[in-house]
């Protein structure tokens, strides 16, 4: 262990104890735009960008044990977006697979994560889309942080799906569109969301220095308070994630202007 990881482990425990001691306010639910993989394998030298992917992927298990330790109850981490499904094959199916691996393994018995898989997932190869349903199929109940899993989303697409839902739901009861109208407001298309009864995440994090949300959690982040952290996601560390709360607990939320 060099010193700079000394300096950075004295550091990290300075942080967490201080948080501890100031009893901080957690946020509830936490979204994170996991950015950056393909940069920080081009700037490590990496032939393949999907060493990029891979390496991002296995950094989401130390993301969910820092979530347990802060008492995050609900993270939503954004893998996919319906952007990048426009990919070519040879790029979009090894993600594809590594997307499907880290649902798996998350999703292990010996894991005590809640897994909901989000986005359109009509977008996916059919397969994959199984594949992934299937694997979170067997996590709910677990006492850990739940974890909406967000592949093929986009803000948009989302919003228009749930008016879209609920524009079916009321059609299959027999009412005409002025009747439909009359329902159209906030509370009604919320209830058709993705994120169907789950509180808008407080804090959004996205790594690699991108200031923009680039449509993650468009309808629900409308209060969220936004870290941005200069690090790609592969290169995200305990005491980044620790500054992200110390950011959000010193933050005055205004639910308004």
Request: glycine share 8%.
């Amino acid at each position: 262990m060099g010193l700079r990881d000394v300096a950075y482990g004295v550091y990290e425990r300075r942080l967490a104890r201080g948080l501890a001691k100031q009893r901080a306010p957690v946020p509830r639910h936490v979204g994170v735009i996991l950015d950056g993989n393909r940069r920080w394998a081009k700037a490590t030298g990496q032939s393949d960008v999907n060493n990029g992917h891979q390496r991002g992927a296995d950094k989401i298990v130390d993301l969910l044990g820092w979530c347990d330790d802060a008492g995050v109850e609900l993270m939503t981490l954004w893998l996919l977006s319906t952007d990048n499904l426009a990919r070519p094959e040879a790029e979009l199916a090894p993600l594809l697979r590594i997307i499907e691996g880290v649902v798996s393994d998350l999703a292990a018995p010996d894991n005590k994560w809640t897994l909901n898989i989000v986005g359109a997932l009509d977008l996916l190869p059919a397969d994959c889309a199984a594949r992934l349903k299937e694997s979170a199929a067997g996590t709910a109940g677990r006492p850990g942080v739940e974890v909406n899993v967000a592949v093929g989303y986009g803000g948009r697409r989302e919003i228009a799906d749930a008016v879209r839902a609920m524009l079916h739901a009321h059609a299959a009861q027999g009412a005409s569109i002025e009747e439909v109208a009359e329902f159209l407001d906030v509370e009604h298309i919320s209830e058709h969301l993705y994120t169907r009864g789950q509180p808008d995440p407080d804090l959004v994090i996205r790594t690699s220095g991108e200031q923009r949300l680039s449509g993650f959690l468009l309808w629900q982040s409308a209060h969220s308070e936004f870290y941005f952290c200069e690090a790609y996601w592969p290169d995200f560390r305990r005491v980044d994630f620790l500054r992200a709360l110390r950011a959000y607990a010193a933050r005055q939320r205004r639910f308004g202007t």
